[in-house]
């Protein structure tokens, strides 16, 4: 692949801490994590002590004040390992960009100390079991009681589910009134009247913890809006375009990996006298991968640089998660092919890849959301 300029020494130095973070405290239980369901709790607070968590929080709350290339960095080392970066993506990048940008001082100082410290881990409640894309059409509802919220409802498919200790809900505070009608609160998990589900059982993220949060009318103070009422689904859409480009992110970097994996393994593998790298099949299916993944890598390192510029849209970001992602499912693909049977043994990095990659296409907006939402600017 062609050298990048996109990062500085700053970064590279980073990218090293976390890539020896990972060797040390990820790499070694992924496979007790995925018997589990999920990881431990104290992950966060092993990456908040080495200073991996909320990179762009700044100084004043206690975070180092830095870029999102921090992020992009800490995505692309763990997709290598396995999806806890979406985790904590979710967490330092997305949870945390809620109450920066949206969150009174008092929230502030609240929460983001202690979620750079990785003391309070969050997660973020949007979809329901029947709403899937639709964020209009959340049905859980916070109606005004006094001074507080009363809060009931269910939401699906949530990432730290089950190890969070706040959650930013999304809620109906005018059901009649569509996407006018739709606000932000953070919650406490340990809130009266909110119960998590057990981890779900998913075929692949299997590491990654993806749970259920019920709310049975749960008090939460009115202080706890986020920005102004009925206005979250703005916020949300003006939030959405770096989440999905966070997911463009994650799957280049994974399909590069699996890229590699294939091409150590082809040329180590032998088959009717020769290794596998020499047949023509081989190469030109390599080629071709080869060649797809550069275009897709100068395509994300292009929207991180509009990013870094705040000139990223929500068509560029909905391009850029719906392409890569779909490579990706097509380059693990091809790589399990390339490995034989042995790309079908779930202890192979390279199945681990194949399984993990579908949800891409689904969470964050499905592929078919992002083509509807690139097809409005036609």
Known sequence: ?????????EHAQFRATVARFLEREVAP???RWEARGGFERELFHRAGAAGLLCPTVPETHGGPGADRLYTAALL?????????????AMHSDIVSNYLMHYGSEALQQAYLPRMVAGEVVGALAMTEPGGGSDVKAVRTTAVRDGGHYVVSGSKTFISNATVCDMVVVVVKTDPRAGAKGVSLLVVDADSPGLTKGAPLK??????????ELFFDQVRVPVAN??????QGFAYLMREL???????????????EAAYGWTLEYVRQRQAFGQAVADFQATRFTLAELKTELQIGRVFVDRCLQLLMRGELDAQMASMAKYWTTDLQGKVVDACVQLHGGYGFMAEYPIAK???DARAQRIYGGTNEIMKE???RDL
């Open 225 to 230: 809006l986020l920005g102004e009422e009925n």
């Open 353 to 355: 890849a194949y399984v």
């Open 1 to 9: 692949m062609s050298p990048r300029d996109l990062f500085g020494p």
């Open 202 to 211: 998913k075929i692949g993220l299997k590491s990654q913890d993806t749970g």
């Open 241 to 255: 375009p770096w989440e999905r480009l966070q997911i463009a992110v994650s799957a280049i970097a994974a399909a």
């Open 29 to 31: 239980h992924v496979e």
């Open 373 to 375: 939402l690139i097809a």
């Open 76 to 88: 692309e080392e763990a997709a290598r390992y396995s999806n806890i970066g979406l985790s904590f």
